[in-house]
C-alpha cells in the first residue's frame, strides 16, 4: 500500500474505540491514550497492525544487539522515526511508526543494503528506545576506548599515542590552562584522536551545541557521529587541543588556525586545527595528516590501463599543463604528488607552490604560500620561473594572474602540474578561457585533464554477493545486457568496517587527452558539451563509466557511483 493518510488513521482509532476525535490531537496523542487509560498499549498496536496490515513490536520487550543499532546511523533513524531490532540474512527488521511509507523503506534499503521487513511501533516508544540503544552503543564505545587507552597506557608505548605540545607556547588563563591540563580532559581528548587515527579517519570534528558536544569523524569521505557529551566540558576540550597546537586559548572571538604533532605506532602524525567561534563556543576540527598512510605510487592510484597510460605519458612531456580538477577531498593532492614522485630524479629540478604543504616530499623543493607578507602562488610562479625549473606544480589554480603564469610556463619549456575547481575534465579547458586565458593559449598549453572522484570500497571482511534492484543498476548505467552478465557485491557490515561495508576508498579517474581536435574546439570557443562529445570520440570515459567497470570488477557499489558521480 501507498503511505497511509493520517486522518484516515485518527479515524479508524476513534471508531474502534469509540471515543471523541479531538482524543487524538497533537503529536503524543498514542502517549496521552494509554496514560490516560483509554486503551492499553497492547490493544492499541493491535489496532495499528490492523490499520496498517503490518506485524507490530512492543518495543518495550526487546533487547537489541549494538550491531544491529549500528546498521542505520542515529541521524537516519531520528530523522525517519525508524529503528532497527534484529536481522536475519539479508533482511532487517525495522520498527517503524508508518511501516506503510514506502519511501522511507527504501531509504533504508538504499542506507544498508539490507531488505526492509517493516513493523509498526507506537512512536514515542520508538523516540524513548533510540535515545537508549544509541546512548548505550556510545556509552560502550567510549567505556571500551578508556579501557584500551589505560591497558595500552598510551602516553609512553610505541602502540599507543603521545600528543606534543610545543614548548615555547605561553598560556595566559591559569585557570583554563589547570582544566585542561586534568587527567580526566587529557584522556578524553587523547581517546578521540586516538580512535580517529586507528580508524582511518581524515578529519576530526568537535562541534559545540546548546545542550551537546557533538564528536564526528570523516572516515573514506563520510562524517559519522561517534560520540555526545556534557556541554560542561567543551571549553576545556578546546582549551586541550589550543595548548597543544600553540594557540591562543585566551582568543575565542576570532577564527585561528595552528597545527600539532603526535606519535602513534611509531610514526610522527601530523594534525592541521582550526577554530572557528559559533554561537554555541569554539567548533574545532582536526585535519589529520598521516605521512605513514599516504599510498603515493602512481599504479596503485586505481588508475585503468588506458587512463594510467595516459597520465604516464603526459608527466613525462618535456613541457606542456597537466590539470587535475574535483571537490575539496577528492584525492587530487594525492595523484599530483605520485606524479611528482614518478618524475622525481637527481637530474631533475621540481619546485612546489602551497596552500598549505600538507606532506614533505625528499629531493622536492616545497614552499607554502603566506598572503600577510604578500606570498602568493602568482609570486611564487614568477620567482620559480628564474630558478631553473624542469617540472613546476601549483597547489590550486585560483586567480587569473596565477592561471597566466602558469600557461606561460608550460609555453616556455616547463611541465606544470596543477588543480583546478570544475566537476569535470571538458569544464576544465572552458574554465580557463572563463578565467580570462586566451583559447590559443589554453589549447596550445593543456596536455591532459584528469577528473577525480573517490568512492568508498566494499568491506573486504564481510563482501559478499548481492543482487541489486535492476533500476538501481539502470540509473548507474547498465545495459540489460550488462546486468544479465555481471556479479555485484556489496559489505554487509562488520567489525571491521564498523557495520558500514565499506573500508578505505578507490578512485575514479576521468582523463582527457588533449587532442587536436578538441585543441581546434577550444580555439573556436565550443563550448563543455562539445568539447565532451570530441573526447568520447577519442576514447574519454567519463566518471560514471569508469563507476560502473569498478562495480563490475566487485570494487565499489552502485550507492557509491551514484552518490560521486553524475550522468552526462
Sequence with gaps: MQKADEAKLKEFISERLGILPQLLEGPDWEKTLIEKKVVTEEKLLSLLSEFYNFPAV???????????????????????????????????????????????????????????????????????????????????????????????????????????????????????????????????????????????????????????????????????????????????????????????????????????????????????????????????????????????????????????????????????????????????????????????????NIMTVEDPVEYNLYGINQVQVNPEIGLTFARALRAFLRQDPDIIMVGEIRDTETAEIGVEAALTGHLVLSTLHTNDAPSTVTRLVDMGIEPFLVSSSVLLVIAQRLARRICPYCKEPYKYPIEVLKEVGFTDEEIGRIQTYRGKGCEKCDYTGYKGRVALYEVMEVVPEIRDAIVKGKNADEIRRIAKKYGMRTLREIGRIKIAKGITTPEEVLRVTRSY
Design 58 to 348: 512492543d518495543l518495550r520487550k526487546i533487547e537489541i544487539p549494538p550491531d544491529i543499532v549500528k546498521i542505520v546511523p542515529r541521524v537516519t533513524a531520528e530523522k525517519f522515526l525508524v529503528l532497527p531490532f534484529d536481522k536475519k540474512g539479508p533482511v532487517l527488521k525495522l520498527a517503524m511508526a508508518d511501516p506503510s511509507d514506502i519511501q522511507i523503506r527504501e531509504r533504508i534499503r538504499f542506507t544498508t543494503g539490507f531488505k526492509v521487513q517493516p513493523y509498526v511501533a507506537l512512536s514515542f516508544r520508538i523516540r524513548e528506545k533510540l535515545i537508549e540503544v544509541y546512548g548505550k552503543a556510545e556509552e560502550e564505545f567510549f567505556s571500551r576506548l578508556k579501557s584500551e587507552l589505560e591497558k595500552e597506557k598510551v602516553a609512553s608505548e610505541a602502540e599507543g599515542l603521545e600528543t606534543i605540545a610545543p614548548s615555547s607556547q605561553v598560556i595566559t588563563l591559569d585557570d583554563l590552562k589547570s582544566l585542561a591540563s586534568q587527567a580526566p580532559i587529557v584522556k578524553l581528548v587523547n581517546a578521540i584522536i586516538l580512535e580517529a587515527l586507528q580508524k582511518g579517519a581524515s578529519d576530526i570534528h568537535i562541534e559545540p551545541f546548546e545542550k551537546e558536544l557533538r564528536v564526528r569523524y570523516r572516515v573514506d569521505g563520510v562524517l559519522r557521529i561517534v560520540a555526545k557529551y556534557s556541554p560542561d566540558i567543551k571549553d576545556a576540550v578546546v582549551a586541550r587541543i589550543k595548548v597543544l597546537s600553540g594557540l591562543d586559548i585566551a582568543e575565542k572571538r576570532l577564527p585561528q588556525d595552528g597545527r600539532m604533532k603526535a606519535t602513534f605506532k611509531g610514526r610522527q602524525i601530523d594534525f592541521r586545527v582550526s577554530t572557528v567561534p559559533t554561537i554555541y563556543g569554539e567548533k574545532v576540527v582536526l585535519r589529520i595528516l598521516d605521512k605513514g598512510a599516504l599510498k603515493l605510487d602512481l599504479s596503485e592510484l586505481g588508475l585503468e590501463e588506458r587512463e594510467y597510460n595516459l597520465l604516464l605519458k603526459a608527466i613525462h612531456s618535456p613541457y606542456g599543463m597537466v590539470l587535475v580538477t574535483g571537490p575539496t577531498g577528492s584525492g587530487k593532492t594525492t595523484t599530483l604528488y605520485s606524479s611528482l614522485l614518478t618524475v622525481n630524479k637527481p637530474e631533475v
